[in-house]
């Protein structure tokens, strides 16, 4: 049996009066009035083990590891704002701030539409910085580029596997806007240059770097405490 879930932005609070270009606009593109067709039921992740999960198969799957990653960007990023580091600038401010806002409205989106889909959800994740001073500037950019540069290439390795339309369409427009955070930090720690364009995030064709799921796992792997598997993706 098929269920469809209807998700808007209605309701999200975001401080529309910056003036930058990671205003609200960006968010509306990758959420605003966006629909998902369930998928069917034992398309459901399984558990593993009492307190170990697998992602699933198929679209349930690929959902499910785009909720982790949205999961452990605005845990960050609310750790970020909720005790900015010492001399952060104004511009700054404004750019995590913004960050903060879209990061949560991915995760709460991601929430509401899996739980619409199924009833099988990936369950809350903890998450630990053991080599992250949320004090010092460079050890927190140096951060947040690390998880929108591994966004980034996480959405555009999982595209592959998607098979509803809907769902690609929705995971190019999330994609999206992760590209322009990335930047946007990407000219924080270097202002005016073409480090957004990196030999280091861009390939040979000028297009964004693809990773796999599994390579993106292994990357976040030290950030994220609460064990999971996707079997599917030889992630064990």
């Not at 999330?174 to 990196?198: C, K, M, Q, T, Y």
Request: glycine share 8%; with cysteine.
């Amino acid at each position: 049996m098929k269920k469809t879930i209807q998700v808007s932005n209605q309701g999200a609070t975001l401080d529309t009066s910056r003036r930058n270009f990671l205003k609200l606009s960006g968010v509306g593109l990758a959420v605003a009035g966006l629909t998902l067709i369930g998928c069917d039921d034992n398309e459901d992740f399984q558990i593993i083990e009492e307190s170990k999960y697998d992602l699933g198969t198929g679209d349930v799957g690929v959902l499910n590891y785009a909720y982790a990653l949205e999961q452990l960007e605005a845990d960050f990023y609310t750790k970020v704002v909720n005790n900015f580091y010492t001399g952060i600038s104004s511009i700054e401010k404004e750019v995590f701030t913004d960050l903060y806002h879209h990061e949560v409205i991915h995760r709460d989106f991601f929430k509401a539409a899996i739980s619409g889909a199924t009833d099988h959800v990936l369950p809350k994740l903890e998450f630990l910085y053991p080599n992250v001073n949320f004090s010092d500037r460079n050890s927190v950019l140096a951060t947040a580029k690390a998880l929108e540069d591994t966004g980034v290439a996480a959405y555009n390795g999982a595209g592959k596997y998607i098979t509803n339309a809907a769902y690609l369409v929705i995971a190019g427009k999330i994609v999206s806007v992760e590209a322009r955070h990335a930047s946007a930090i990407r000219n924080l720690i270097n202002p005016g240059s073409a480090d957004f364009s990196g030999d280091d995030v861009i390939d040979a064709n000028g297009l964004d770097l693809a990773k796999e799921p599994k390579d993106i796992v292994m990357a976040a792997g030290a950030f994220i405490k609460t064990p999971f598997t996707w079997k599917e993706r030889g992630i064990n």
